[in-house]
């Protein structure tokens, strides 16, 4: 009896096609967990807060690299977080902007929030995770290779990325933190949206909030 990844090799030094199974190892006591998709439960988001949705994008100006973490209310798409770095697989941008979520949701210690994000490495560790049950938080994940478990932060990630350089003119890192928090704050409080009936994510939220 041998494995299957040693057959394969034998299989290969005698010139025969095979095809193996592929076992991803993980050491004992690995950091990374993998959560449910509550989101496929048909979750009844009623209000603010119950829900908030979070993702990182990136993007190239005059030669610099950034990333842009968000964390978005999925009831009335605002940007409750967000965080910038130009440090390539920072993963502190995703603590920074977890930090920022986590002193809205000190507010309201009672409230059940889900936190839905994709799989990715930090968002899977157990520095991020330990974090969330210690608010009353509780972590989702989009299934592997599936950004449309996670459609509405994908359609904002690109909205913002056009926006803040069509728009917004956006050509100098020369206060580029000053830049997209001007640009986040249009969004949440200027820019009207359809889905919301043409209200911005505040006026939506101080509208319909109870």
């Given at each position: 009896m041998v494995s299957d990844q040693y057959a394969h090799k034998l299989c290969k030094t005698a010139g025969i096609v095979s095809v193996s199974k592929h076992y991803r190892y993980k050491k004992p006591g690995d950091p990374y967990r993998i959560y449910p998709n509550l989101l496929l439960t048909g979750l009844d988001i009623t209000g603010p807060l119950q829900c908030v949705v979070s993702d990182m994008t990136a993007f190239h100006l005059k030669g610099s690299y950034y990333e842009l973490t968000l964390f978005m209310d999925l009831w009335n798409n605002e940007i409750l977080s967000y965080s910038l770095s130009s440090r390539k697989g920072d993963r502190m941008t995703y603590i920074h902007g977890l930090e920022?979520?986590?002193?809205?949701?000190?507010?309201?210690?009672?409230?059940?929030m889900v936190l839905h994000t994709d799989q990715g490495s930090v968002y899977s560790s157990k520095s991020f995770n330990e974090l969330l049950p210690l608010y009353n938080i509780v972590h989702s994940m989009s299934r592997a290779g599936t950004p449309t478990d996670n459609a509405a932060m994908e359609a904002i990630n690109g909205w913002i990325k056009a926006e803040i350089f069509n728009d917004f003119h956006l050509t100098s890192n020369e206060n580029i933190t000053y830049e997209v928090e001007k640009y986040i704050r249009f969004f949440n409080e200027e820019r009207p949206?359809?889905?919301l009936n043409y209200l911005t994510p505040k006026q939506y939220?101080?509208?319909y909030a109870h």
């Open positions: 920022g979520l986590i002193e809205l949701k000190k507010k309201n210690p009672d409230l059940e949206a359809y889905s939220r101080e509208y």
